[in-house]
């Protein structure tokens, strides 16, 4: 706690016997003793507690990086199923309907170009 060797301690004695006397400097010590335990403990309590809600930061930074990455992986996984639901097969009405349509529209297509074909041949007649 404080940086205080053998020679300090020996003159903060001999000051403090000529202070307070002989008689009453055993109690003082003890006094002196049991509020440096007081403090001590005291030091103790708030480190503990300290370290105490230091941990507790840690688990929820650790749980907040696992629901990020829980997150991530949600969206990939949502993002498959709903490319898989994109390929679902198409029922058989749809399905006839979506071909007779496409073949409607190639026909319509072909029959224009066949109809320009034609009048070019005509113009170059």
């Known amino acids: 706690m404080f940086d205080i060797g053998f020679w300090e301690l020996s003159l903060i ?48 930074k650790r749980l907040l990086e696992e629901q990020t990455n829980l997150q991530s992986a949600h969206e990939i996984l949502e993002t498959s199923v709903s490319d898989e639901e994109d390929r679902k097969p198409v029922p058989r009405e749809k399905s006839d309907y979506l071909v007779k349509a496409a073949s409607d529209e190639s026909t319509d297509i072909s029959s224009g170009e066949d109809q320009k074909k034609q009048s070019a041949e005509q113009k170059h007649d």
């Not at 009453?24 to 507690?49: C, E, H, I």
Request: glycine fraction near 10%.
């Open 13 to 60: 004695g001999v000051v403090a016997l000529l202070v307070i006397g002989p008689e009453r400097l055993p109690g003082v010590a003890r006094t002196v003793g049991k509020w440096v335990g007081t403090a001590k403990r005291f030091v103790s309590a708030v480190q503990n507690d300290i370290n105490a809600e230091v941990s507790k930061a840690d688990e929820l």
